[in-house]
């Protein structure tokens, strides 16, 4: 019996359907030839605030890694194992982002090749409740001769979180600081005494005076200071672009340029600076931006990679 042979033409609209299916197949430009692309993941949405992750992976050999997100060009690491390598970013968007579709572009050397990747995520709006404050009246409005100090302390917290050692020393999901409850959530609109409008730039914590700080990954301790708003604070960077910084402490126990393994405690939870009790702030920043530290600790809220990323 003869098989049955499918003998229709190709039309103009079966053409298109088959270039528009091969381009969604391969990555964009980049010389042809490898059969060993790599594999790009981002989460198709992120919301406004939200660190997220993105991956490359290949069976073939990666040799160098950029991505470009936000006006801005990331080196992440690349991991080299068995059967893939694989280079694992951690991105974010501020607060006051807009809300809208965001390009990201990805340059790989695969194998010897140059290759270029390219999706889109859409940034989704989120709001932020408010929350009203009293504080001493000198930490709602500190008194003049303080203003200097407080433009200096600003500028080397700033400094520390721009710090980027070039090895990724985190992985996810993140360690809890402290075991207490998350108290005030990240990005709240807050008026301190009915006067002063800020915004929460972090995640506070429960904690008692004297509560062990445990490093939320392991990294290098890049700023120790005792400042007047923040108090007592630690900025530890964790390599890649991520940096926490944890504010208000009674006790430090580590100095710059010490190194912390992750878990490892680096002080004691207190009240100092513009605080309403002792609690733990800690504050992420990701490739210069502070982002909303609590999708870190917990796989299921943290969008983008996570899923595959369990086992690494
Ligand atoms: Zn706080």
Redesign the pocket.
Known sequence: MQAPIINRPLTLPHLIIITVAIGLLWPMAGKAGSNRPATLVVPETVAVGAPFLVELSSSGKLEAVEIEWSERVITPSITPAAQTYTALAMLGTGMNAEPGVRSIRVRARVDGRNRTYQKFIELLPKEFPREALSVAPGMNKPPKEIHGRIKRELAAMRGALRTELPQRWWKIPFHRPVEGIML?RFGLRRTFNNETKRR?????FRAPEGTPIEAIAAGKVVLVGKYYLPGNTVVIDHGNGVVSMA??MSRVMVKEGEWVERGQAYGHSGATGRVTGA?L??SVSVQGVTVDPEPLFDLDSLTGAAAALQSK
């Open positions: 005030s929460h730039t972090g995640l506070d504010m208000h609690h702030h800690l």
